[in-house]
Nanobody
């Protein structure tokens, strides 16, 4: 059973950098054809895809967030991380990490999500 768990601060001040970590168990983040993804859901809105890091370590970001986003990984700890810079209150959301299967481009495992509020 694959499990993902998000961790990080629940409150970030405007203009600062939001940093979250996803810890994966039950599978290796280097396993072939899987893409380790960040998705968010602002209050009252739909899901928004942020980006992913692949099993090879390649990254791809949403064009609307690309200039502020960085996704990295620590293969020793089987973790991947999100950094979103210059945050504003509009970045307030529940942030999820998820596994995207390259075989059919669908999400098969999700973390429980963590609420990050951007406020002074």
């Amino acid at each position: 059973q694959v499990q993902l768990k998000e961790s990080g601060p629940g409150l970030v001040k405007p203009s600062q950098t939001l940093s979250l970590t996803c810890t994966v168990s039950g599978d290796s983040i280097t396993a072939l054809r899987f893409y380790w993804t960040w998705v968010r859901q602002p209050p009252g809105k739909g899901l928004e895809w942020i980006g992913y890091i692949s099993y090879l370590g390649n990254t791809y970001y949403s064009p609307s967030l690309q200039s502020r986003t960085s996704i990295s990984r620590n293969t020793s700890n089987n973790q991947f991380a999100l950094q979103l810079s210059s945050v504003t209150p509009e970045d307030t959301a529940v942030y999820y990490c998820a596994r995207l299967a390259g075989s059919n481009w669908s999400f098969d495992y999700w973390g429980q999500g963590t609420l990050v509020t951007v406020s002074s």
